[in-house]
């Protein structure tokens, strides 16, 4: 009987076992046939799909199925047995595992597997290996969405170059035309520039224009302060004409 040691490290394999027949999907293959560069090759393909490929003992995946109610897979379990198994992508098990088995003809089989808890056959699994890839799968998804816009897009370059022209020459034309308002508006920005332009020269807006200043006129001289000064009575003020008179007199006296 196998000491107390041997049957811990047994039965710690099969709960890890039992852990990995709990994940999304999984196969189980038959390797017998591949050398050790072939599987190193394959390991390295798979783990950078995020596959976890193990070689596994038949007595003790018989208890991990067991544990999860996996028993139909049973009879899979004889000659060398390894699973792959996958928990973030539920076709990359099934998918790599086909390619190798056409790789290898005849050296790497697939026995069976599983996917959301229920057993597949070998048949079952090569038929989701036939499935694209999660990114194929959402290119294509999204090409689904964008077809009817892709086609509607289509119809309407046909329905534009009908009226003559092509759709995009229709498209520049109509983006190089300045609509109502931008004309308005360039006129508005462009009003007071001509006004000043057209303008008398060296006018100035009457916003900017000096007060006008006091102007004497050229002909005016300043006039002594007695001859401005005020008559005090008008009556004794000589007249010009007896001034000249005065004036004759005294040159005949003379």
Known sequence: MPNAKVLTEKKKIVEELTGKLKSQAGVF??????????????????????VDYTV??????????????????????NGTTSLAVCNDDPIAPARLTKEYAD?????????????????????????????PALPVLQAQLLGTMLA???????????IAEKSGAPADAQISESAAEPTNTEVAQEAVAEAPAEAVAQAPEGSQPEAEADPPAETVPETATE????????????????????????????AKTE
């Open 56 to 77: 596994i003992k038949n007595t003790l995946m018989r208890f991990a199925i067991n544990n999860v109610g996996f028993e139909e897979l049973d009879p899979i379990l």
């Open 148 to 158: 009817p816009i892709t086609a509607l897009a289509v119809v309407l370059k046909a």
């Open 223 to 250: 006039t002594p302060a007695e001859a401005v000064a005020p008559i005090d009575n008008a009556d004794e003020a000589p007249s010009p004409e007896a001034s000249e008179t005065e004036t004759t007199t005294e």
């Open 103 to 131: 790789k290898f003809n005849g050296f790497f089989e697939i026995k069976g597997g599983f996917m959301d808890g229920k057993v597949l056959s070998a048949a079952d699994v090569n038929k989701i290996a036939g499935i």
């Open 29 to 50: 293959v038959d390797y017998s046939g591949i050398s050790v560069n072939e599987d190193t090759e394959m390991r390295v393909k798979m783990r950078e799909a995020n």
